[in-house]
Antibody, heavy 121, light 106 residues
Framework: EVQLVQSGAEVKKVGESLKISCKPS????????IGWVRQMPGRGLEWMAI????????RYSPSFQGQVTISADASIGTAFLQWSSLKASDTAIYYC??????????????WGQGTLVTVSS | SYELTQPPSVSVSPGQTARITCSGE??????ASWYQQKPGQSPILVIF???KRPSGIPERFSASSSGSIATLTISGIQAEDEADYYC?????????FGGGTKLTVL
């Protein structure tokens, strides 16, 4: 059974850095893309970025390029999303999701439980 | 970024059929997938590759795609189908979600 377990909720202040994690199980970590999706309070899903842990190849949405960094450590089978300087507008739930390539693009098939990030001033 | 447009809301009575559309100029060249999200829960994949249903998803969920419009159809609506539904599509460089449709079962 495929499962993705994310790190716990975070409460941070504006300007602080943060790194959240996602550890999948039930499949070979290095053979699927894995990515992050943002959901701001009361809002819809926003696709952020994906990474292929096998070679660390990455794809970013133009909306998030330069705002966050996606990474993966194949030795511990974990994906990460990090911020160098948080803004209040980064307050959201962040979902990690395994992505499947369908010969045209990538789509999320299995999702983590979400990590709530709250950023206050 | 990927632009996909969905109606904000759809309302149907139990037992009826709900249709949720997703429009995007790149859909003729890309597959669409659909997700169900209930309050406080993570999204669940209900349709992939335009029309395929993952194991465990009820047969009343179906979908199609024609030109720039993908459509999710839920037949024999049940109270438990009340949720937000999102379409997704993407190419080899990025992906995107529609704004979401709130399905209300009257």
């Amino acid at each position: 059974e495929v499962q993705l377990v994310q790190s716990g909720a975070e409460v941070k202040k504006v300007g602080e850095s943060l790194k959240i994690s996602c550890k999948p199980s039930g499949y070979l970590f290095t053979t699927y893309w894995i990515g992050w999706v943002r959901q701001m309070p009361g809002r819809g899903l926003e696709w952020m970025a994906i990474i292929y842990p096998g070679d660390s190849d990455t794809r970013y949405s133009p909306s998030f390029q330069g705002q966050v960094t996606i990474s993966a450590d194949a030795s511990i089978g974990t994906a990460f999303l990090q911020w160098s300087s948080l803004k209040a507008s980064d307050t959201a739930i962040y979902y990690c999701a395994r992505h499947v390539y369908d010969n045209a693009g990538y789509y999320p098939d299995h999702w983590g439980q979400g990590t709530l990030v709250t950023v206050s001033s | 970024s990927y632009e996909l447009t969905q109606p904000p809301s759809v309302s149907v009575s139990p037992g009826q059929t709900a249709r949720i559309t997703c429009s995007g100029e790149k859909l003729p060249r890309q597959f669409a997938s659909w997700y169900q999200q209930k309050p406080g829960q993570s999204p669940i994949l209900v349709i992939f590759k335009d029309e395929k249903r993952p194991s465990g998803i009820p047969e009343r969920f179906s979908a199609s795609s024609s030109g720039s419009i993908a459509t999710l159809t839920i037949s024999g609506i049940q109270a438990e189908d009340e949720a937000d539904y999102y379409c997704h599509s993407g190419d080899s460089s990025a992906g995107g979600f529609g704004g979401g449709t709130k399905l209300t079962v009257l």
